[in-house]
């Protein structure tokens, strides 16, 4: 059964620093792009990073560019995210979601991922 867990979520004053996992099981990472989405109350869900299968390519939404590092170790199965320079604005539910369907990183429409963990809690105090 194909399951992705994330964790590493918490509570952070602003400048911190998190790193955020994403375990999967059922499936093999490098062979799907993966991404990280967050969810602030009232917002709808942003994505915000991803990986590629294969080459590990990365992109990043440009609020979180030079701060934010996505990487995958394949020996772990897991996906990481390091959150560096956290601001309050940051703060929301952050969720990992595997698209079966492409190996390359292709948008961030939620719909187009096929299964999400159930996400890891990140709050950023001023």
């Known amino acids: 059964q194909l399951q992705l867990v994330e964790s590493g979520g918490g509570l952070v004053q602003s400048g911190g620093s998190l790193r955020l996992s994403c375990a999967a099981s059922?499936?093999?990472?490098?062979?799907?792009?993966i991404a990280w989405f967050r969810q602030a109350p009232g917002k709808e869900r942003e994505g915000i990073s991803c990986?590629?299968?294969?080459?590990?390519?990365?992109d990043y939404i440009d609020s979180v560019k030079g701060r934010f590092s996505i990487s995958r170790d394949n020996a772990k199965n897991t996906v990481y995210l390091q959150m560096n320079n956290l601001k309050p604005e940051d703060t929301g539910r952050y969720y990992c979601?595997?698209?079966?369907?492409?190996?390359?990183?292709?948008?961030?429409?939620?719909?187009?991922?096929?299964?999400w963990g159930q996400g890891t809690q990140v709050t950023v105090s001023s």
């Open positions: 979601a595997v698209a079966l369907s492409s190996y390359y990183c292709s948008g961030y429409v939620p719909y187009t991922y096929d299964y």
């Open positions: 990986i590629n299968g294969g080459d590990g390519s990365t």
């Open positions: 059922g499936i093999t990472l490098e062979r799907y792009s």
